[in-house]
Every structure is written in structure tokens, then in C-alpha cells.
């Protein structure tokens, strides 16, 4: 039997370890000498803006190709990509995607494998599928196209042969099919305001948020071998919750923070020790990315999320990257205007930040080299 100083001692060690644990953490000096990869970028122009920016500040880099009509061609994402990567590899990696014109039809699905292989040759590391899968393409026939259509099958299984990632952008956030004013952050207002396409609350004949969800699911579970990272945390944002739910069914999913990091501030404003607890349980499934994108400019489109003055790039990136740093990896407190509110950083123990910031990334999309 424990003697009764044993018995209190326990109970005080186990505290002070976890205050210790809690005191370990990163601070605001420490951001720019530690290792860190931003794992959702889109650096379609043929400028080192981009690249400078993270050389300073100590950043690798995984640029993804979208088959989105307000990105460049498919062809000239690739182009600046592989120039990119040529220019700076062990900064610069970028992600390929496949177009999904003529989906159904014969060829398509051997179209799709060459563009993948091509890429890969020339250093693509993932493969990245849109949301246009499940909110806007249709067959030959009139009918929607969701992710877990059987004539994926084969561009799929070669996806899993040559063992990379597919990044998978499916459905959007909650606040999509929501009304402005009920909508929980401003950045999601300003998108959907501008892109009305992609609204869905606008547009209620169009698949609900719930049906999208399920279908990336029933995909994910037809394919347990295959590394699949859900892109903007898995369009599960709203709950670490539902989130933890998604990664405890699925072993081989992952997923990224890009675009959604309000959507996080809001949850822990409202129950700051749950997020945190779901940060240090699913540290080894989490990978910090942005969102942010170089674009060629275009004044007859709308900005992108965020929001990024060509003229004035490395600026607000780097104003980006400092301010997740000092929420997840800090204790310390700033205001969050697309939420309206004061939110206190996460402060997470330095190992956690090493595998968000940097390990995850590595392990899963360069296979640890």
C-alpha cells in the first residue's frame, strides 16, 4: 500500500509533468529558425515571390494544381510548378491533377493516368481532386458526378500502385448552406458573397452538405490503401469532433488546416480545452497549410481565400503565417477579425508543432526525405 506522502506525490508529480508539458511550448521569437511546411499553397506564376518569402521565414512549400476555371489552365499551373520546383527542390513540391473533361468517356481514364505519370516524372509528389467532383460536374448523361463513382476506379488504384497521396477538396464548409448573417466567419462570407456558383444555400436543388460527406466517406472506405488527405480539414471544420470521428474510422486519412483556421478559432472561443486536447491527440494527422495563392491577375474574378495583393505578396504572407503561428503554437492572445473576437493561441507543446508544422508533411507527401 501506497504510505499516504506517496499517494499525495503522485497526484502533484502527474501535475507539475503536465504544467511542464504545457510550459514547453514554441514563442514568437522562436518562428522563424524553426523547420516549417506550409502543406496547401498555390504558386501559379512564373515570379520567386513566393519562394522568397518561405526561403526568409523558413518554410518548404507544397503547391497544389487545381482544375478550378479561376486558377490558369491546368497546363500553365503545371508549367510554373515544374519551373518552381526546378528552381528551389528542397523549398518548392508541388501536387498534379488530372482535368475531368470527357469523365465517362472512352480514354478518359488512360488521359487521366498519362497527365498523373507525366507529372510525377517531373517531381509531382500528390495528386490533387476539386470540389467541381461532386458540386459541378456531370456526365454525358445530365447526372452529378460524386467522388465514390466507380469510373474512378481505375485512375484511383493507379494512384495507390505508385504510392502517393490523393489530396481530396470535397464539399465545403458548413457555412455554405447557411445563410449570410448565420454564417460563423467573415472570411466564408466574403467567398461565398463572391462566388455565388459555389453557395449553396443559393442552390438547394444541388447536393446537401450531408450527401457530400457521405460519398467522400463511402470513397475513403472503398480504398483503405490508399493515403488520402482531406484538404480544409476534410470540410469538417465546424467540429474537432466530428473531425476526431472521421480520422478514428479512416487510419489512412489525413488532413490539412488550409483556409480554415477561423473556423478553429471560433470552436476553441467557444471550448478552448477540447481543441486543444484534439491538437495533441491527432498531432501525427495534421498538417498546417494556408490556402494562399499567386495568381497571374485577373480583374474580372473574383479575390481568392485569403485574400492576397499581388503587389504586396511576401507581406501578407508572411503576416499569415505569423498569425497561425502564435495561435497554435503560443499562448498568446490576439484579435481575429473574421470573427470579431479576441482568440487566445492553442500554445501546443513544441513535439506537437514539430509534427503539424513540419514531420507530417514530410512523412506523408515526401515519404520522410
Given at each position: 500500500m501506497l504510505?499516504?506522502v506517496?499517494?499525495y506525490a503522485q497526484?502533484?508529480?502527474?501535475?507539475?509533468q503536465?504544467q511542464?508539458s504545457?510550459?514547453?511550448?514554441?514563442s514568437?521569437?522562436?518562428?522563424?529558425?524553426?523547420?516549417?511546411?506550409?502543406a496547401h499553397?498555390h504558386d501559379?506564376?512564373a515570379?520567386?515571390a513566393?519562394?522568397?518569402?518561405?526561403?526568409k521565414?523558413?518554410?518548404e512549400l507544397?503547391?497544389?494544381?487545381?482544375d478550378y476555371?479561376?486558377f490558369?489552365p491546368?497546363?500553365?499551373?503545371a508549367?510554373?510548378?515544374?519551373?518552381?520546383e526546378?528552381q528551389?527542390?528542397k523549398?518548392?513540391?508541388?501536387?498534379?491533377?488530372?482535368?475531368?473533361?470527357g469523365?465517362?468517356e472512352p480514354?478518359?481514364?488512360e488521359?487521366?493516368i498519362?497527365?498523373?505519370?507525366?507529372?510525377v516524372?517531373k517531381g509531382?509528389?500528390a495528386?490533387k481532386v476539386?470540389?467541381?467532383?461532386g458540386?459541378?460536374?456531370?456526365?454525358k448523361?445530365?447526372k452529378?458526378v460524386?467522388?465514390?463513382?466507380?469510373?474512378f476506379?481505375a485512375?484511383m488504384?493507379?494512384?495507390?500502385?505508385?504510392?502517393?497521396?490523393?489530396?481530396?477538396?470535397?464539399?465545403?464548409?458548413l457555412?455554405?448552406?447557411?445563410?449570410?448573417?448565420?454564417?460563423t466567419?467573415?472570411?466564408d462570407?466574403?467567398?461565398?458573397?463572391?462566388?455565388?456558383?459555389?453557395y449553396?444555400?443559393?442552390?438547394p436543388?444541388?447536393p446537401s452538405?450531408e450527401?457530400?460527406?457521405?460519398?467522400?466517406d463511402r470513397?475513403?472506405?472503398?480504398?483503405?490503401?490508399?493515403?488520402?488527405v482531406g484538404?480544409?480539414m476534410?470540410s469538417l471544420e465546424?467540429?474537432?469532433?466530428?473531425?476526431?470521428?472521421?480520422?478514428?474510422r479512416?487510419?489512412?486519412?489525413?488532413?490539412d488546416l488550409a483556409a480554415?483556421m477561423?473556423q478553429?478559432?471560433y470552436q476553441?472561443?467557444?471550448?478552448?480545452e477540447?481543441?486543444r486536447?484534439f491538437?495533441i491527440?491527432?498531432?501525427?494527422r495534421?498538417?498546417?497549410g494556408?490556402?494562399?495563392?499567386d495568381n497571374p491577375p485577373d480583374?474580372?474574378?473574383?479575390?481568392?481565400?485569403?485574400?492576397?495583393?499581388?503587389d504586396?505578396?511576401a507581406?501578407?504572407?508572411?503576416h499569415?503565417?505569423r498569425?497561425?503561428w502564435?495561435?497554435?503554437?503560443t499562448p498568446q492572445?490576439?484579435?481575429?477579425d473574421e470573427?470579431?473576437?479576441?482568440v487566445?493561441?492553442l500554445?501546443?507543446?513544441r513535439a506537437?508543432i514539430?509534427?503539424?508544422?513540419y514531420?507530417?508533411a514530410h512523412?506523408?507527401?515526401?515519404r520522410?526525405?
Amino acid at each position: 500500500m501506497l504510505s499516504l506522502v506517496a499517494a499525495y506525490a503522485q497526484p502533484v508529480q502527474a501535475q507539475a509533468q503536465a504544467q511542464a508539458s504545457r510550459q514547453a511550448t514554441y514563442s514568437e521569437a522562436d518562428f522563424a529558425r524553426v523547420p516549417k511546411f506550409d502543406a496547401h499553397v498555390h504558386d501559379n506564376v512564373a515570379r520567386t515571390a513566393f519562394i522568397d518569402i518561405a526561403r526568409k521565414d523558413g518554410f518548404e512549400l507544397l503547391s497544389i494544381n487545381v482544375d478550378y476555371p479561376d486558377f490558369p489552365p491546368l497546363k500553365l499551373q503545371a508549367k510554373a510548378a515544374e519551373e518552381h520546383e526546378a528552381q528551389d527542390p528542397k523549398i518548392f513540391h508541388f501536387a498534379t491533377a488530372f482535368s475531368m473533361d470527357g469523365f465517362g468517356e472512352p480514354g478518359w481514364s488512360e488521359r487521366a493516368i498519362a497527365t498523373i505519370d507525366a507529372a510525377v516524372a517531373k517531381g509531382a509528389v500528390a495528386v490533387k481532386v476539386w470540389k467541381n467532383i461532386g458540386m459541378v460536374v456531370k456526365d454525358k448523361d445530365g447526372k452529378r458526378v460524386f467522388l465514390d463513382d466507380p469510373r474512378f476506379d481505375a485512375v484511383m488504384a493507379h494512384i495507390e500502385k505508385i504510392g502517393i497521396p490523393l489530396i481530396a477538396h470535397q464539399g465545403e464548409p458548413l457555412n455554405c448552406w447557411l445563410p449570410l448573417d448565420k454564417m460563423t466567419t467573415d472570411n466564408d462570407r466574403g467567398y461565398f458573397r463572391d462566388h455565388p456558383q459555389y453557395y449553396m444555400y443559393l442552390h438547394p436543388e444541388e447536393p446537401s452538405y450531408e450527401m457530400l460527406m457521405a460519398a467522400r466517406d463511402r470513397f475513403v472506405a472503398f480504398h483503405p490503401k490508399l493515403s488520402f488527405v482531406g484538404a480544409h480539414m476534410a470540410s469538417l471544420e465546424w467540429s474537432v469532433d466530428r473531425l476526431a470521428v472521421f480520422l478514428d474510422r479512416f487510419p489512412n486519412a489525413n488532413v490539412d488546416l488550409a483556409a480554415r483556421m477561423t473556423q478553429i478559432q471560433y470552436q476553441s472561443n467557444q471550448d478552448y480545452e477540447k481543441v486543444r486536447a484534439f491538437f495533441i491527440k491527432y498531432q501525427d494527422r495534421l498538417m498546417y497549410g494556408t490556402d494562399v495563392a499567386d495568381n497571374p491577375p485577373d480583374p474580372s474574378k473574383p479575390v481568392e481565400n485569403p485574400p492576397v495583393n499581388l503587389d504586396n505578396l511576401a507581406t501578407e504572407v508572411d503576416h499569415a503565417w505569423r498569425s497561425d503561428w502564435r495561435y497554435l503554437a503560443t499562448p498568446q492572445s490576439q484579435r481575429v477579425d473574421e470573427i470579431k473576437a479576441d482568440v487566445k493561441g492553442l500554445g501546443l507543446p513544441r513535439a506537437v508543432i514539430d509534427k503539424i508544422y513540419y514531420k507530417n508533411a514530410h512523412r506523408i507527401y515526401l515519404r520522410g526525405r
